[in-house]
Nanobody, 120 residues
Framework: QVHLVESGGGLVQPGGSLRLSCAASGSIFSIVAMGWYRQAPGKQRELVAMSNSGGGLEYANSVKGRFTIFRDNAMNTVYLQTDSLKPEDTAVYYC??????????????WGQGTQVTVSS
């Protein structure tokens, strides 16, 4: 069993900040990558930010310069620091991880999602 548990969403005014957290637990052999996706009402889920095991980072163009992804590998946790939030950032944010449960078996896992609402 592997579980991803997210927290940190909420209601914030434009220009504000939130820090999202995602902790992985269960039968984990190694974590290849962890990242964040988001899905707004009526829209497809999109990649926000990813962090791989080699230290590589990638961001969606729409969040570059405003969002920061970082990991605490000892705690199997990934964070998304969201600054200068805009109303268009409003979405459900989902944690995603590619995890090996054995030396040969891996799968992609998803958190339950946390709501981020940016509004005056």
């Amino acid at each position: 069993q592997v579980h991803l548990v997210e927290s940190g969403g909420g209601l914030v005014q434009p220009g504000g900040s939130l820090r999202l957290s995602c902790a992985a637990s269960g039968s984990i052999f190694s974590i290849v990558a962890m990242g964040w996706y988001r899905q707004a009402p009526g829209k497809q889920r999109e990649l926000v930010a990813m962090s791989n095991s080699g230290g590589g980072l990638e961001y969606a163009n729409s969040v570059k310069g405003r969002f920061t992804i970082f990991r605490d590998n000892a705690m199997n946790t990934v964070y998304l620091q969201t600054d200068s939030l805009k109303p268009e950032d409003t979405a459900v944010y989902y944690c995603n991880a590619r995890i090996y449960t054995t030396m040969r078996s891996w799968d992609d896992y998803w958190g339950q999602g946390t709501q981020v609402t940016v509004s005056s």
